[in-house]
């Protein structure tokens, strides 16, 4: 039995060029949200109401987004998961009500 990788879509120049501007400009979108989380300029519940509305700022990871916050490195933004109930998979559009809170409750008390 021969199992056959899915292949990538076929796509027309144009089209592979308009999906690369695309997913650059999601990359470009991601770094600046997490340099104001960083910064302070942004809070994890602004961010997580922005989420709601926005696809590309819905589909960053938890995990990614809590390192970025000041204060919280890779072993606490991790533990922080653990004790919330997050998979280190999760992306922010898939946390549900009970997690925001909790991840809005820990961040605003550290």
């Known amino acids: 039995m021969v199992i056959s ?3 990538p879509p076929v796509l027309t120049p144009e089209q ?3 999906a690369l501007a695309k997913a650059a400009q999601a990359r470009r979108q991601r770094a600046e949200v997490k340099e104001k989380l960083k910064m302070g300029r942004m809070t994890l519940q ?3 109401a922005e ?3 926005d696809e590309t700022l819905g589909k960053m990871k938890v995990l990614s987004v809590l390192e970025s ?3 919280l490195g890779k ?3 991790r533990r922080l998961m653990e004790t919330v ?3 280190e998979s999760r992306r ?3 946390l549900g009500t009970n997690q925001r809170e909790a991840l809005v409750a820990e961040t605003t008390r550290s």
């Open 5 to 7: 990788m899915p292949q």
């Open 16 to 18: 592979r060029q308009q």
């Open 46 to 48: 602004a961010l997580l």
């Open 51 to 53: 989420a709601d509305k």
């Open 69 to 71: 916050l000041p204060g």
């Open 75 to 77: 072993v606490k933004a």
């Open 85 to 87: 109930g997050i998979s």
């Open 92 to 94: 922010l559009q898939g």
